[in-house]
C-alpha cells in the first residue's frame, strides 16, 4: 500500500503537527493565519514562518522553504517524501506497515569493529575503563572509524546497528555517522534503559552526557541532538519510567528542551533541568548530577 499523499494534506493539519513537536507554543495567531519565529531552525527574524490555516500550507522565507504538511514534516525530521508521508499516516493513526521506504528499517550490523578500550582522549572525558566497557566504546585503529572514539549504537532490542564516531581532536567532522543513517529511528541507550526498569530516566543530547550519567548511578538516554524526532517521541513514550529532560545550556539545548516537553506533556509528567549558560551534563561531577536529580 502507497501512502496517500493527497489524503495527508487534506486531513493532517499544519496546527496539528506543530503542536505533536511543540513547535507551535511561541505561534501567534491572526485572522487564518499562524506566525512568528521559525520553529524548525535557529532564527530570530518574528515573521519569518508563516502558516495559512485555510489552505494548510507553511512557508518560512529566511531559510526552510515552505509547502504542504508533509514538505513541513520533512523541513522538522530531516527525512524524504516517503519517510514524511509515512509519519504523516502515523499521525492520522493510519497503519501503514508495508511499502516502508528502502533503507528506513535498521539492520544488525554483521560485523565488529576491533577497538582500543582505554584511550587517553576517554580519560580525559573521565570516562572510568568500566563505563567505556559497559558502551561498548574503544578507539579504533583500523576500519570505518579510524583515529576515532568508536561508539556502538544498538536498537531497542540490543541489536548493534551503527557505530558513531567521535573525533579524538580537531577533526570535524565531530561525530561522524555511517552516511544515510537514520538517527531519528533511534533513541541511543534505550536497550539498556528498557531492562533495568528504575524509576526515572535523564533524556540528554549526547553520548558523553549518558556515560557521565552513568557512572553517577542514573539511567538515560540520548537523542543524539537537540530535538526530538516523531521515532524518537513515540519510543519515550513507551518506557514506563518517569523522564527528566536534561539538554545542554545553550540556546538550541533550551528551545529543543521546551518543544520536547510540549510536546509530552500532556501525556507524561515530565521533569526539567535547565543547565546554566555553556554547561552539559558530562561537565558535571557525579555527586552534582545526582544532586541536580
Ligand atoms: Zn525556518
Redesign the pocket.
Given at each position: 500500500m502507497k501512502p496517500d499523499y493527497e489524503r495527508i494534506k487534506r486531513e493532517l493539519s499544519i496546527e496539528r503537527v506543530l503542536r505533536e513537536y511543540g513547535m507551535s507554543l511561541d505561534l501567534k495567531k491572526s485572522g487564518s493565519q499562524l506566525y512568528g519565529r521559525?520553529p524548525?531552525?535557529n532564527?530570530d527574524n518574528p515573521r519569518?514562518?508563516n502558516v495559512s490555516l485555510e489552505k494548510n500550507l507553511w512557508n518560512?522565507f529566511?531559510?526552510?522553504g515552505g509547502g504542504s504538511v508533509i514538505d513541513l514534516l520533512m523541513a522538522i525530521e530531516n527525512v524524504g517524501v516517503r519517510e514524511a508521508a509515512q509519519i504523516g499516516n502515523d499521525l492520522l493513526g493510519i497503519c501503514y506497515e508495508e511499502g516502508r521506504p528502502a533503507g528506513s528499517v535498521l539492520k544488525p550490523l554483521r560485523f565488529r569493529l576491533t577497538l582500543e578500550p582505554d584511550h587517553n582522549y576517554q580519560k580525559s572525558r573521565n570516562i572510568s575503563p568500566e563505563t567505556a566497557q559497559y558502551f561498548g566504546i574503544g578507539y579504533c585503529n583500523r576500519g570505518i572509524m579510524t583515529g576515532r572514539i568508536a561508539i556502538p549504537i544498538h536498537d531497542v532490542d540490543g541489536n548493534l546497528v551503527a557505530y558513531c564516531g567521535r573525533a579524538v581532536d580537531d577533526t570535524q567532522p565531530k561525530y561522524r555517522f555511517p552516511r544515510g543513517f537514520p538517527k531519528n529511528r533511534v533513541v541511543y541507550n534505550l536497550n539498556h534503559v528498557v531492562k533495568d526498569q528504575g524509576k526515572e530516566v535523564v533524556v540528554v543530547e549526547g553520548f558523553f552526557d549518558v556515560f557521565a550519567l552513568y557512572a553517577a548511578g542514573l539511567e538515560s538516554v540520548a537523542l543524539m541532538g537537540s530535538s526530538m524526532s516523531h521515532h524518537q517521541k513515540k519510543q519515550l513514550l513507551s518506557l514506563e519510567q518517569r523522564l527528566a529532560f536534561m539538554f545542554d545550556g545553550d540556546e538550541a539545548g533550551r528551545r529543543g528542551m521546551r518543544q520536547a516537553i510540549d510536546a509530552l506533556h500532556e501525556k507524561r509528567p515530565i521533569k526539567a533541568i535547565y543547565l546554566p549558560e555553556n554547561m552539559q551534563p558530562d561537565h558535571y561531577g557525579q555527586n552534582y548530577l545526582r544532586e541536580f536529580l
Open positions: 521559525c524548525i531552525h532564527g519569518a514562518f518560512c529566511t531559510h526552510c
